[in-house]
């Protein structure tokens, strides 16, 4: 039996991840969109997220999410995401997280890298690739209207300039005004004509809208501050409730993964006895079966898939692990065999 010595592990910090993500805005698209086709096609699997909850704290979770990606380049991986809202006022980050890589032939880990950023570009790209397709002018909005001022809603923010999106201007409503003015501050910097106003305000006057809250209950119930048909990429997936998701068009990234864990779409679900209201999953508008309903809000619900991570994080290992990760060349135990 011939003797095969166990890869290195490779680790990848938070510099390099974030050069990496700044230098490829598009190709940061396209990875998330072709990893969306390859779940649809059965070139990927996403198992159920696992959820690790605490007695004492219902906001406080730490999620496991393993994928397999079986495109031209297989591997195996799990992102493992801790979000803990308390964090912010200890001048820590909301989420941390890492991604473990796997060879998808012999199963050994290739790599570890820091995921909060992967955790977080994944996510702004799937909310740019929703905006492209159900937002009535792909490519410019009047006002985006924020609620939850945070990196993620930093991340979005700048995806979008980034990728030639046209903003008119940017409204900002937070529960913590100081965070709302922080990412005001952001916006100037980058040309960008913002303000901060009330929930109501935002919602009301906001054609393109990001909910990026850490809310585990439906606070926003109110159908009419949506009648004017806005486009809403709904990250948070937990703040609006069944008589406004009902009302609206619903996208999903993948509609069984998100009907779980108290979503506002599976509370709407629970209320409506049915799935009708849901008119399909992101694969569904990319492939043209999905058209959006000018008529009617537009709401974008992703759960949030490993695979985005996966795909993402190969593609900076690929890119960066030879010249700016850590070798730890014996970090596996040395095969039975060879011993």
Known sequence: MPSMTPPALTLLGA????????????????????????????????????????????????????????????VAGLKWV??????????LDRASALVLLND?????????????????????????????????????????????????????????????????????????????????????????????ASLESTLRESDLMLFATSAVRPGIDQPDWFAHAPTVLHLSLRDLAPAVVLRAQNLADNVDHCLKA?????????????????AGDIVDALQGRVQPDPRRARIFSPFGMGV????????????????QGLQLEDFFARPYQAA
């Open 15 to 74: 510099g390099p991840i974030e050069n990496w993500l700044q230098a490829n805005p598009q190709r940061l698209l396209s990875l998330v969109e072709q990893a969306y086709l390859a779940a649809s096609e059965g070139r990927a699997s996403n198992p159920d997220s696992y959820f690790l909850r605490f007695a004492d704290d219902e906001r406080n979770r730490i999620i496991a999410l393993p994928a397999v990606l079986d495109d031209d380049h297989p």
């Open 82 to 91: 801790a979000s803990f809202p308390d964090n912010t006022q200890r001048g």
């Open 104 to 196: 998808r032939q012999t199963g050994y880990p290739l790599a570890c890298l820091e995921g909060s950023l992967i955790s977080a570009a994944r996510t702004a790209a799937s909310a740019v690739v929703g905006a492209l397709q159900l937002h009535p002018t792909p490519g410019h909005c009047t006002n985006l209207g924020v609620i939850g001022c945070g990196p993620i809603a930093w991340r979005v923010i700048r995806l979008l300039q980034q990728t030639g999106w046209e903003l008119g201007s940017v409204t900002l409503s937070d529960i913590d005004p100081q965070r709302a003015e922080q990412l005001r501050q952001r916006c100037l910097g980058l040309g960008l004509p913002a303000r901060t």
């Open 262 to 278: 108290a979503t506002s779409l599976e509370l709407a679900w629970q209320q409506a006895g049915h799935r009708d209201f849901i």
């Open 308 to 323: 985005l991570d996966l795909a993402v994080a190969r593609a900076i290992y690929q890119d960066c692990a030879s010249d």
